[in-house]
């Protein structure tokens, strides 16, 4: 049936459906699908008297902007019988313990794209994975499935990739990684992420330099100029199912299954003809590895499943018990990044993004094995890498230009803490979780502004001597960086002395 958007002054995901629209006979609440254009999105309905009238469906403002609607648009609304859709009877199947195959997860998959599924049958998809494991044919048909799901995409050319399963801060090695590769003449369109549950993603760093929202016709341009691009591929309809399941499913239920997340990035590796590439597995303290035997694990099992889909990929495992470089957020990141291509930036980032993207070289033939990294840094250290990121900057519609001073300027004025050493010491532990969530509440990544910038990583400090420095939102976001600052203890600093025995 046909009904009309009316906004309701509710911030839920629920739907309010005047009574009169439907038979007493349907039990409610009960599951609908929406659906506008190409536009499909499953919602649950609550019946009323009030509120809305009879023809009207009401919605909150977030669910209307979160779909690309607007109030008093006329939309398709259709009832759904949990019982009546093979993917509900596939994914139940799943978690009594059937195998699933191409054809399943097909079916599994179409269903989340035409919101055949219900938000219980989502989160049953995502708990199978986390509480049993995926085999390797069943995490393959996914990633093929998934990314069918969308575009795919033939640079006519090899094509190489970096990706990093995240989980340290600071992590901001494409923005070298990419221009280094691009700059040795290999095609990098790199795709990258808003952040979720991080201080800045990929796609929040890069765009303090440039656009990053381009489309697929705007990266096949680009590219033939420049080699390499960084941008969010949320414009080239690569693995969509991927993000949905992610929004709709994984992200609320606050877990994300092994098999989904190596599913989903080779998917969208997939969807973009990636031939070769390099995966950052960060290990330590607070990242979601936390040690060598289960980043060793991880590796292989991320080779084994790429090499099943034609991709030629190597896994290197990162040191994480500290921050990548000296700065958290998206504009300090950004500015550290371009101290980095500069010349200027801190051991930890250059060596890190040197490593892999010798990598990379080893895997195109460029070099032997063990000669990847000094090529690399040959490429860094000449400046041709500055130059090339400039290049891709202002073809993404940023100013070739600017510099990181520029960038730290707009700093001025902001909100700021400075946490100084409680007494002489050394500081010899930081914690990434702490500090990810601290730069979150300073205002990071949607105030791109916000972040933090760590000035003491040395072996030793003096007592008052400044160790980093927050930015934030506002006053009142500082003083929940206060409140975090004594709860998590970001960094510890303490004497070499610690304990004296008579």
Same mark, same amino acid.
């Given at each position: 049936?046909?009904?009309?958007?009316?906004?309701?002054p509710l911030?839920?995901?629920?739907?309010?459906?005047?009574?009169?629209?439907?038979?007493?006979?349907?039990?409610?609440p009960?599951q609908?699908?929406?659906?506008?254009?190409?536009?499909?999105?499953?919602?649950?309905?609550?019946?009323t008297?009030k509120?809305v009238?009879?023809?009207e469906?009401?919605?909150?403002?977030?669910?209307?902007?979160?779909?690309?609607l607007?109030?008093?648009?006329?939309?398709?609304?259709?009832?759904?019988?949990?019982?009546?859709?093979?993917?509900?009877r596939?994914i139940?199947?799943?978690?009594?313990?059937?195998?699933?195959?191409?054809?399943?997860?097909d079916?599994?998959t179409?269903?989340?794209?035409?919101?055949?599924i219900?938000p219980s049958?989502?989160?049953?998809?995502l708990?199978?994975q986390?509480?049993?494991?995926?085999?390797l044919?069943?995490?393959?048909a996914m990633a093929r499935?998934f990314?069918d799901?969308g575009?795919?995409?033939?640079?006519?050319?090899?094509?190489?990739?970096k990706?990093?399963?995240?989980?340290?801060?600071?992590?901001?090695?494409?923005?070298?990684?990419?221009? *280094?590769? #691009?700059a +040795? =003449? &290999?095609?990098?369109?790199?795709t990258?992420t808003?952040?979720i549950t991080?201080?800045?993603?990929? $796609?929040d760093?890069?765009?303090?330099?440039a656009p990053?929202e381009?489309?697929?016709?705007?990266?096949?341009?680009?590219?033939?100029?420049?080699?390499g691009c960084?941008?969010?591929?949320?414009d080239?309809g690569i693995?969509?199912?991927?993000?949905?399941?992610?929004?709709?499913a994984?992200?609320?239920?606050?877990?994300?299954?092994?098999?989904?997340?190596?599913?989903?990035?080779?998917?969208?590796?997939?969807?973009?003809?990636?031939?070769?590439?390099?995966?950052?597995?960060?290990?330590?303290?607070?990242t979601?590895v936390d040690n060598?035997?289960?980043?060793r694990?991880?590796?292989?099992?991320?080779v084994?499943?790429?090499s099943?889909?034609? *991709?030629? #990929?190597? +896994? =290197? &495992?990162?040191?994480?018990?500290?921050?990548?470089?000296?700065?958290?957020?998206?504009?300090l990141? $950004?500015?550290e990044?371009?101290?980095?291509?500069?010349g200027?930036?801190?051991?930890?980032?250059v060596?890190?993004?040197?490593e892999?993207?010798?990598i990379?070289?080893?895997?195109?033939?460029?070099?032997?094995r063990?000669?990847?990294?000094?090529f690399a840094?040959?490429?860094l250290?000449?400046?041709?890498?500055?130059k090339?990121?400039?290049?891709?900057?202002?073809?993404?519609?940023?100013?070739?230009?600017?510099?990181?001073?520029?960038?730290?300027?707009?700093?001025?004025g902001?909100?700021?803490l400075?946490?100084?050493?409680?007494?002489?010491?050394?500081p010899?532990?930081?914690?990434n979780?702490?500090l990810k969530?601290?730069?979150?509440?300073?205002?990071a990544?949607?105030?791109?502004?916000?972040?933090?910038?760590i000035?003491?990583k040395?072996?030793?400090v003096?007592?008052?001597?400044e160790v980093?420095?927050?930015?934030a939102?506002?006053?009142?976001?500082?003083?929940?960086?206060?409140?975090?600052i004594?709860?998590?203890?970001?960094?510890?600093?303490?004497?070499?002395?610690?304990e004296?025995?008579a």
């Open positions: 049936m046909k009904l009309t958007l009316k906004e309701i911030d839920s995901p629920f739907a309010l459906i005047n009574e009169q629209n439907f038979p007493k006979a349907i039990t409610y009960c609908l699908r929406i659906s506008f254009d190409s536009t499909y999105f499953p919602v649950q309905a609550y019946l008297s509120y009238d009879k023809g469906i009401g919605l909150s403002e977030s669910v209307i902007k979160r779909y690309g607007l109030e008093g648009t006329e939309v398709d609304v259709q009832t759904r019988r949990t019982f009546d859709s093979v993917a509900h596939l139940i199947d799943k978690v009594k313990g059937n195998m699933l195959n191409k054809e399943d997860m079916t599994i179409k269903g989340f794209m035409n919101a055949e219900s049958h989502s989160s049953a998809f708990l199978s986390h509480f049993t494991e995926f085999s044919d069943e995490i393959e499935s990314a799901s575009k795919i995409h033939d640079f006519s050319a090899p094509v190489f990739d990706h990093s399963i995240g989980g340290v801060p600071g992590n901001k090695i494409t923005l070298l990684i990419v221009p *280094i590769l #691009a +040795a =003449g &290999l095609l990098i369109p790199k990258s808003y952040a991080s201080a800045s993603g990929t $796609a760093t890069m765009s303090v330099l990053v381009l489309n697929a016709d705007e990266v096949f341009d680009l590219v033939k100029k420049t080699k960084i941008v969010s591929g949320r080239m693995a969509p199912v991927v993000d949905k399941i992610i929004t709709e994984a992200f609320p239920l606050g877990i994300d299954p092994e098999s989904l997340f190596l599913a989903g990035i080779l998917a969208k590796k997939l969807a973009m003809g990636v031939d070769f590439m390099c995966l950052d597995i960060p290990v330590g303290t607070g979601k060598e035997e289960d980043g694990t991880l590796a292989r099992l991320f084994s499943l790429a099943r889909l034609g *991709i030629k #990929a190597e +896994a =290197g &495992l990162t040191y994480a018990n500290v921050p990548v470089g000296h700065s958290i957020g998206p504009a990141e $950004a500015a990044a371009l101290d980095a291509l500069a200027k930036g801190p051991t930890s980032l060596e890190k993004s040197c892999l993207a010798g990379i070289f080893e895997l195109a033939g460029m070099t032997g063990g000669l990847g990294k000094p840094a040959d490429i250290h000449s400046g041709k890498a500055l090339k990121m400039r290049e891709i900057i202002e073809g993404q519609g940023g100013d070739p230009k600017i510099s990181s001073d520029e960038i730290r300027e707009k700093l001025v902001k909100p700021v400075s946490y100084q050493a409680p007494g002489d010491g050394w010899h532990t930081w914690n979780y702490a969530e601290i730069a979150r509440a300073a205002g990544p949607g105030d791109r502004l916000a972040g933090i910038q000035l003491s040395k072996e030793s003096r007592k008052g001597e980093f420095r927050v930015y939102s506002s006053d009142s976001a500082l003083d929940e960086v206060r409140g975090l004594a709860k998590l203890r970001p960094v510890i600093v303490e004497s070499v002395l610690l004296r025995v």
